[in-house]
């Protein structure tokens, strides 16, 4: 079993849909946790980290589940700019090494 | 703030040629990441630097892979002999604390 795994897609929705991705973990010691967003050909990009009470930043918002050890990530209102690879990230403490999921990619049609 | 530096930013040898890449992390940033990316995969962390220390190199192939981060600011990764396997992104990143990391444009490396 992968240590972090997540669904490839692609997933392709209409603009003004909403579209939510998970991302599942396998280390229960897990403590940190990201989402990124990777444009074609580009570095990734830290898009929110990922905090126990949830967080919300704009039409993104970002939850974790502990019990089932998966963090997920809801876009409202999506763009047709949101199109991109949407890569979780996972470290088990502060410092140490952080393991990508392999991305899921989302296609935004007008 | 000038993010992350790396050159050169395309590289194509043929196998058995060395390459090396240099990495110039954000100012201040203490710890510093090479990942290899193939094509459809997520970074996966060949080796992480904590100034000029290394944290985990674990899954750097030792034989062929060595990097070096002077001074506890620069870093070089090199690959010597190059397989065709070796063809990917690679990525240097840095982060203030451990945690969020901002990553360098990468150099995409194809081996002939």
């Known amino acids: 079993r992968k240590e972090v795994e997540q669904d490839p897609g692609p997933f392709n929705v209409p603009e003004g849909a909403t579209v939510a991705f998970n991302c599942t973990y396998s280390?229960?010691?897990?403590?940190?946790f990201f989402w990124y967003r990777q444009d074609c050909r580009k570095e990734p990009k830290l898009l929110m980290s990922?905090?126990?009470s949830g967080n919300e930043d704009g039409r993104f918002t970002a939850q974790l589940n502990r019990a089932s050890q998966y963090i997920s990530l809801l876009i409202r209102d999506s763009k047709l700019s949101d199109s991109a690879t949407y890569l979780c990230a996972v470290s088990s403490s502060s410092a140490s090494k952080i393991i990508f999921g392999s991305g899921t990619r989302l296609s935004i049609r007008p | 703030e000038a993010g992350v530096a790396q050159s050169p930013r395309y590289k194509i040898i043929e196998k058995r040629q060395s390459v090396a890449f240099w990495c110039n992390p954000i100012?201040?940033?203490?710890?510093l990441y090479w990942y290899q990316q193939i094509l459809g995969q997520g970074p996966k962390l060949l080796i992480q630097f904590q100034n000029n220390g290394v944290v985990d190199d674990s899954q750097l192939p030792k034989d062929r892979f060595s990097a070096e981060r002077l001074k506890g600011v620069d870093s070089t990764l090199k690959i010597q002999p190059a397989k065709l396997e070796d063809s990917a992104v690679y990525l240097c990143a840095s982060s203030p604390t451990g945690d969020e990391q901002y990553f360098g444009p990468g150099t995409r490396l194809t081996v002939t």
């Open positions: 280390n229960s010691a897990s403590q940190s």
């Open positions: 100012s201040g940033h203490a710890t």
């Open positions: 990922v905090y126990s």
